[in-house]
């Protein structure tokens, strides 16, 4: 009996320590990987969304901004922020979609074509050419999917705002969903 109370309890410590963690996760393929998989256990693997914030901001960490359904056709969506571990619904918002249009054209969901592991990745390489090209050490401030108010998906991008670790010029890089660097800017 005491074995299997103190399996429970570790393994409680365990889900709560990993939860609680992703304020810190680092802005990686395997940070934002746990934090899709926050996204996930909070709103469902089926959920919709129009668009997904993530911010880094000292000495808050992480936090996660974003627009949500599971239920495209009702056209109800929360727009929720996940900060300092929980998560809490900001407003309520009605889309408004051409007549005849489906719901779920307007939104896209976390599966194999868009994800925050990608994004993650996305995030190391801008980091890397930020390095190389400018011999600047920046950190994430910002990373942003978002899909256009037309509903084109094939016109969706990574973006990715940097900022050097003692603050300065924001860099910003654009790729597109395959992986190619679209634009930088500063």
Same mark, same amino acid.
Do not use: R
């Given at each position: 009996m005491?074995?299997?109370l ?10 709560v ?6 304020? !810190?996760q680092p802005a990686?393929a395997?940070?934002l990987?746990?934090?899709e998989?926050e996204i996930?256990?909070n ?11 993530i911010?880094?901001a000292k000495?808050?960490?992480n936090?996660?901004?974003l ?6 056709e009702s056209?109800?969506m929360?727009?929720?922020s996940?900060v300092?571990n929980?998560? !809490?619904?900001t407003s309520e918002?009605t889309l408004e979609i ?9 939104m896209f969901q976390l599966?194999?074509?868009?994800n925050?592991?990608?994004?993650g990745?996305l995030v190391e390489?801008a980091?890397e ?5 400018? !011999?600047?050490?920046?950190e ?5 999917i ?8 094939s !016109? ?7 900022k050097p670790?003692n603050g300065?010029?924001?860099?910003s890089f654009?790729?597109g969903?395959?992986g ?7």
């Amino acid at each position: 009996m005491k074995t299997i109370l103190k399996t429970v309890v570790v393994a409680f410590a365990l889900i709560v320590t990993s939860c609680g963690n992703i304020t !810190k996760q680092p802005a990686t393929a395997e940070g934002l990987g746990a934090m899709e998989e926050e996204i996930k256990s909070n709103f469902g693997d089926d959920a919709y969304f129009t668009e997904i914030t993530i911010a880094n901001a000292k000495p808050i960490g992480n936090t996660i901004s974003l627009i949500v359904t599971d239920a495209p056709e009702s056209l109800t969506m929360g727009q929720w922020s996940y900060v300092q571990n929980g998560w !809490k619904q900001t407003s309520e918002i009605t889309l408004e979609i051409p007549e005849g249009s489906k719901a779920s054209d307007f939104m896209f969901q976390l599966d194999d074509k868009i994800n925050l592991s990608t994004l993650g990745g996305l995030v190391e390489k801008a980091t890397e050419k930020l390095s190389e090209d400018k !011999k600047i050490d920046g950190e994430l401030s910002l990373a942003h999917i978002k899909i256009p108010s037309n509903g084109d998906t094939s !016109k969706m991008n990574y973006l990715i705002n940097l900022k050097p670790e003692n603050g300065g010029t924001t860099f910003s890089f654009e790729y597109g969903l395959d992986g190619e660097l679209k634009d930088m800017k500063y």
